[in-house]
């Protein structure tokens, strides 16, 4: 666990964050022992109903005085897609109307509306273009920018240190 500002970084994510990818996924996924870290960057890897290896980075980061977790990040590749794709979550009770934001270091902030919430919180799932991936993989730290109910802003630090390394370990299923 790494302290950031506040935050903890948990490399060894929940459950919930492996559900919440198998549920992106749209098939039952069963769990594989294939971890590998890389730095700030956890990669886990399931087995699809179909016999095909899935994997995924992510970093699950949490309140460092309550251990609330604030931020789910996942990137992988979806079966026959090109680019990564993030999937982010956050906890219930965020302003839904701003949308979640991106910056990465002093750049160009990105917005994304959210496309669901259930019991676990909040998600966005995000195809990497071009300029955000390289943008991601040039960073050293990542702003996630979420609006409280009081539409008071949170921005959460996340680190860049290992994205690169571990997006090139994700083997891209077929």
């Not at 992106?24 to 990669?43: G, I, N, R, T």
Request: contains cysteine; aromatic residues 8%; charged residues 15%.
């Amino acid at each position: 666990m790494d302290d950031m500002n506040g935050f903890s970084v948990w490399r060894p994510y929940s459950r919930a964050a492996l559900f919440l990818w198998a549920a992106l996924m749209m098939s039952p996924l069963l769990a594989v022992a294939d971890d590998a870290v890389f730095k700030d960057w956890q990669m886990a890897c399931e087995l699809s109903d179909r016999g095909q290896r899935v994997c995924h980075i992510a970093q699950r980061l949490s309140l460092k005085d309550s251990g609330e977790t604030v931020l789910i990040v996942q990137v992988g590749y979806l079966p026959g897609g090109t680019q990564p794709v993030a999937l982010l979550q956050v906890p219930l009770g965020v302003s839904l109307p701003p949308g979640l934001m991106l910056q990465v270091d002093a750049g160009k902030i990105y917005r994304w509306p959210y496309e669901s919430c259930d019991a676990g919180g909040c998600a966005v799932t995000v195809s990497l273009g071009d300029n955000l991936l390289k943008a991601l993989q040039a960073g050293k730290m990542a702003y996630v920018i979420m609006a409280e109910r009081n539409r008071q802003g949170l921005r959460v630090p996340v680190s860049l240190m290992g994205f690169t390394a571990g997006l090139a370990a994700v083997p891209r299923p077929e």
